[in-house]
Nanobody
């Protein structure tokens, strides 16, 4: 039973930073495309960032230059460092894993395993 467990969400003022973590088991994060998505109240879920097994990253235009996705293979954990947070970044953030090692288009259909989410509030 594959599990993704997110943590690190919270409340922060605009301009602040948070780091989200996603611990995977027993899936190996270095062998799969891993992504972060978010869903704000009343809006559709959108892709934020992805990290392929080859290290290739992709970011939504709205977070480029502010968010960074990384992984720690030894800890089997994927991170999302979020800097210069804006009010519009407020959302539930989800970690996701794809069957493939290579990431495609940062779309929901690429991913088959999802975490429960962690709330980020910027105000």
């Amino acid at each position: 039973h594959v599990q993704l467990v997110e943590s690190g969400g919270g409340s922060v003022q605009p301009g602040g930073s948070l780091r989200l973590s996603c611990v995977a088991s027993p899936l190996t994060v270095g062998s799969h495309c891993m992504g972060w998505f978010r869903q704000a109240l009343g809006k559709e879920r959108e892709g934020v960032a992805s990290l392929g097994g080859d290290g290739t990253t992709r970011y939504a235009d709205s977070v480029k230059g502010r968010f960074t996705i990384t992984r720690d293979n030894a800890a089997n954990t994927v991170y999302l460092q979020m800097n210069n947070l804006k009010v519009e970044d407020s959302a539930m953030y989800y970690c996701a894993a794809a069957r493939a090692g290579h990431c495609l288009l940062l779309r929901e259909w690429e991913y088959n395993v999802w975490g429960q989410g962690t709330q980020v509030t910027v105000s």
